[in-house]
């Protein structure tokens, strides 16, 4: 069973700047600056795919839209 992360208080902000693809999932898009280094990236990787097995949020890699730098 997956843990709703997105409360009522923030789940108006989470559609608005990161899209949902339903009630009860939250898709972050993301990609990674190019002077990030291998292991930084091979650690957010591992934690989001951990956040995404226990979590109704799920992560794209993706350069274009509202996203998150890393």
Same mark, same amino acid.
């Given at each position: 069973?997956? /843990?709703?992360?997105? #409360?009522?208080? *923030? @789940? +108006?902000?989470?559609? =608005?700047? =990161? #899209?949902? *693809?339903?009630? &009860?999932? $939250?898709?972050?898009? =993301? =990609?990674?600056?190019? *002077?990030?280094?291998?292991? +930084? !990236? /091979? $650690?957010?990787? /591992?934690?989001? &795919? +951990?956040? @995404? !097995?226990? +979590?109704?949020?799920?992560?794209? !890699?993706? @350069?274009?839209?509202?996203?998150? @730098?890393?």
């Amino acid at each position: 069973m997956k /843990r709703q992360v997105i #409360g009522n208080d *923030n @789940e +108006t902000w989470v559609k =608005y700047k =990161y #899209g949902v *693809n339903n009630d &009860k999932e $939250a898709t972050v898009n =993301y =990609y990674f600056d190019k *002077n990030t280094s291998s292991a +930084t !990236k /091979r $650690a957010f990787l /591992r934690a989001a &795919k +951990t956040w @995404e !097995k226990d +979590t109704c949020i799920n992560f794209t !890699k993706n @350069e274009s839209g509202a996203k998150a @730098e890393f």
